[in-house]
């Protein structure tokens, strides 16, 4: 069942990507609401889908751990998993939770989308801007 999860969490996430850099057009303007609400949207897609994973790779084994002294396994649960992928999308990183064994890669992975999506939404309003 996790393995399941976590291939469909996958594949939800590449597609939620594609869509985003699919070649489509939007009104030629400073701020695109067509392309602000897209990226929103596959912002918390993706939040999601990562959320999914995570909760799949804690089928197999502690993933998640409180960052105290004592190291204390976060319970298994899809609201810490989904909370722990929000503030890694948003790269806030508050620290509380510390990612173990497979789920670091897959937090590194998150955040680096984090950071590119907004970048790349501002790139390709920035290109419709000039094209017009």
């Known amino acids: 069942m996790g393995n399941l999860l976590i291939f469909g969490a996958v594949l939800f996430i590449l597609v939620n990507l594609i869509y985003f850099f699919r070649n489509k057009e939007f009104k030629y303007s400073y701020f695109s609401t067509g ?3 897209k990226l929103f ?3 918390m897609a993706v939040t999601i889908a990562f959320a999914v994973l995570y909760y799949g790779l804690g089928t197999n084994g502690v993933v998640l751990r ?3 002294p004592d190291g204390q396994e976060v319970p298994h649960s899809f609201s810490n998993y989904l909370y722990f992928s929000g503030v890694t999308i948003l790269s806030v990183g508050y620290g509380d ?3 173990v064994g497979n789920l670091r ?3 590194l992975v998150e955040a680096s989308i ?3 999506l907004p970048s790349a939404y501002f790139m390709r309003v ?3 801007k000039n094209e017009k």
């Open 41 to 43: 949207f596959v912002l």
């Open 66 to 68: 409180y960052s105290l």
């Open 105 to 107: 890669f897959f937090a």
């Open 126 to 128: 920035l290109n419709s």
């Open 114 to 116: 984090g950071l590119l």
């Open 97 to 99: 939770y510390l990612p």
């Open 35 to 37: 392309m602000f609400y």
